[in-house]
Structures are given as C-alpha cells and as structure tokens.
C-alpha cells in the first residue's frame, strides 16, 4: 500500500529558529495536508495543498507540493512555544481514495 | 474539531468484550473515517468510507467492523477486545468522497477516544 516517509522523526530547537520538516512517497498523491497535533487533542488542519508546484503560507508557516507529486515540506519561521506539537503530513491519491498520514514529526522549543 | 463527535472520550473494556465508538457529523460529508494512533506510528487508518453504504479497509482493519447506513454516522466496532487494541482512535470527516478532494474539501478530526483494553 502507499505509505509517506516523514522526516525528520523529532526536533529539538530553540526559539527564534526556523523548522523544515518533509515527507516523501514512493508514489504520486494529489493533495497533500499539513497537520499539527497538540497533547490530548486532534489533529488540525495547518495548510493544505491540492496542485504540484503550489507554495501556500499560513503565518509563518509555508508549505509547498512537490513538482514530482511525491513530496511536501513544511517550514516554520521564527518558532515560538506554542509551536511544540506533533506535525503530520497525509496526502490522498485520487477521488474516492484514503488519506494517508506519515508517522509525525515531534517538535520541541526550548525558550 | 468543528462537527465531528466522537463518543465515548475514555473507555476500558476487559478482553474479549465487544463496544462501539461512535462518530457522527453534521456537515453533509462524504468521506469519513476511523485512525488509531499509537506511540511512534503515527495515524492508521482502520477502515474508511466515501459514502454512505459504501466503506472500505484502510491499513489496520483486523479486529475492526464497520458500517455506513447514513451519511452523518460511521461506528466503529470493537468485536471481541484484545490488548493490542489498547490506543486512541479518532474519527475523521471530509466533504470528498467520490467527489476527490480540493479547495474547501479538508479532513476534520473528532478530538479522540481514548480505550484501554485490559
């Protein structure tokens, strides 16, 4: 089945400093979501990017579909407290198909 | 988390007893489904659905039955319990079904059950 590598699987960082994160698959998706989970709660919706190529920013956070169809990153600019969480990228291949999510990325901000 | 309820929140079963998570949503969407997520795996699907009387296995459906017989309800049931069924499950819901996804089509979540299997 189709699975998404995410990476990397954990952050330390400082606060101030910016945060790349990716995901990559061995085959193409159609959309792809960036999610952001806090302790006890579900995940919500950060970006959400439907065409190759597409760059979207959401404060400060950017998100961008890869040209191939088979990756997404996601940048967080300047980070702050709040932004610990655990990230999660999904992506759907076509209409009627799962969304299928990558393990997370588990971000830590040190003030 | 807007419109999609998950019941119970917490809930412990003793092994082999049966239970059923609900899920409902009030927002006329397709797509709805059913993740647990354990420590360092992330989101698995468990079983899914594009519409109602249509559902279909995602990565983990072992142990797990569905049913889709309206479009706002989507239960998932627990048949015989085991302890490797210990996790948190969420519900989730889209306006995509067999419609694919796009702008204004994005996933919801419920905000979790928590189920300890003992």
């Known amino acids: 089945g189709q699975q998404l590598n995410q990476s990397p699987q954990s952050m330390f960082i400082q606060e101030g400093e910016d945060v790349s994160m990716n995901c990559t698959s061995s085959?193409?998706?159609?959309?792809w979501l960036w999610y952001k989970q806090d302790p006890g709660e579900g995940p919500v919706l950060l970006i959400a990017l439907y065409k190759a190529g597409e760059l979207t920013s959401n404060g400060r956070l950017t998100a961008q579909f890869g040209i191939t169809r088979k990756d997404s990153f996601l940048n967080i600019s300047a980070s702050i407290p709040s932004d610990v969480g655990i990230y999660f990228c999904?992506?759907?291949?076509?209409?009627?198909?799962?969304?299928?999510f990558g393990k997370g990325t588990t971000l830590s901000v040190s003030s | 988390n807007a419109g999609v309820t998950q019941t119970p929140k917490f809930q412990v079963l003793k092994t082999g007893q049966s239970m059923t998570l609900q899920c409902a949503q009030d927002m006329n969407h397709e797509y709805m489904s059913w993740y647990r997520q354990d420590p360092g795996m992330g989101l698995r699907l468990i079983h899914y659905?594009?519409?109602?009387?249509?559902?279909d296995q995602g990565e983990v459906p072992n142990g797990y039955n569905v049913s889709r017989s309206t479009t706002e309800d989507f239960p998932l049931r627990l048949l015989s319990a085991a302890p490797s069924q210990t996790s948190v499950y969420f519900c989730a819901s889209a306006r995509f079904g067999v419609s694919g996804a796009g702008p204004g089509n994005t996933i919801y979540f419920g905000e979790g059950s928590w189920l300890t299997v003992v």
């Open positions: 659905s594009v519409g109602a009387g249509i559902t």
């Open positions: 085959s193409i998706f159609n959309t």
């Open positions: 999904a992506g759907q291949y076509q209409a009627g198909t799962a969304l299928i």
